[in-house]
């Protein structure tokens, strides 16, 4: 079946750097781009970045730019977030979710992995 | 950055009711918008996508509605797993999430 599957919780200090992966089975990896979402304690939902399919096409918020990277590796049908110079806000579940671009779902986040918490922490 | 705003932030309501959420964006976003559902401890979940689409295998006591600007979640009949948190989201302009409605039992 399709799936996401995150790695582990992770604490760390401010600034420092954390590197969550979500490995994607059940489905072409190529066919769907992949974001990332993240949520901080008893918030709401932020986009964070997004990587395409089939290329190595990326965007990212605003707000995060300059301190974070999508990566992926095709072969191991891997996604990886990295964020750089931590800071205690950006404590929070962080999220991989595909995006559905075919007309069955269009537009929305149709299969999401089970979440990351990243603790940031002194 | 488009803004999404909904209402009201939380509500409560007995099994059996007929509710309505309301998402607002800030500029007209067509028809771009989705509707999650997500439980304690959960990944979100999409109900809606494309303004008025049902996600394969939701129940169809679930619809939306709107498009341009304003734009509403309707449940027909709350059952008790529909209490949860609802949240809209915009991909008209990069991604941007709404609020968050808190469905409680009443």
């Known amino acids: 079946q399709v799936q996401l599957v995150q790695s582990g919780a992770e604490v760390k200090k401010p600034g420092a750097s954390v590197k969550v992966s979500c490995k994607a089975s059940g489905y072409t990896f190529t066919r769907h781009a992949m974001h990332w979402v993240r949520q901080a304690p008893g918030q709401s939902l932020e986009w964070v970045a997004w990587i395409n399919g089939d290329n190595d096409n990326t965007k990212y918020s605003q707000k995060l730019q300059g301190r974070v990277a999508i990566t992926r590796d095709t072969p191991a049908t891997t996604v990886y977030l990295e964020l750089t110079s931590l800071r205690s806000e950006d404590t929070a579940v962080y999220y991989c979710?595909?995006?559905?671009?075919?007309?069955?779902?269009?537009?929305?986040?149709?299969?999401w992995g089970q979440g990351t918490m990243v603790t940031v922490s002194s | 950055d488009i803004q999404m705003t909904q209402s009201p932030s939380s509500l409560s309501a007995s099994v059996g009711d007929r509710v309505t959420i309301t998402c607002r964006a800030s500029q007209t976003i067509m028809k771009f918008l989705n509707w999650y559902q997500q439980k304690p401890g959960e990944a979100p979940k999409l109900l809606i996508y494309?303004?008025?689409n049902l996600q394969s295998g939701v129940p169809s006591r679930f619809s939306g509605s709107g498009s341009g600007t304003e734009f509403t979640l309707t449940i027909s009949s709350l059952q008790p797993e529909d209490f949860a948190t609802y949240y809209c989201?915009?991909?008209?302009?990069?991604?941007?999430f709404g609020q968050g409605t808190n469905l409680e039992i009443k």
């Open positions: 989201q915009q991909s008209y302009s990069m991604y941007s």
């Open positions: 494309a303004a008025s």
């Open positions: 979710a595909r995006f559905c671009s075919s007309m069955a779902c269009n537009g929305g986040y149709d299969v």
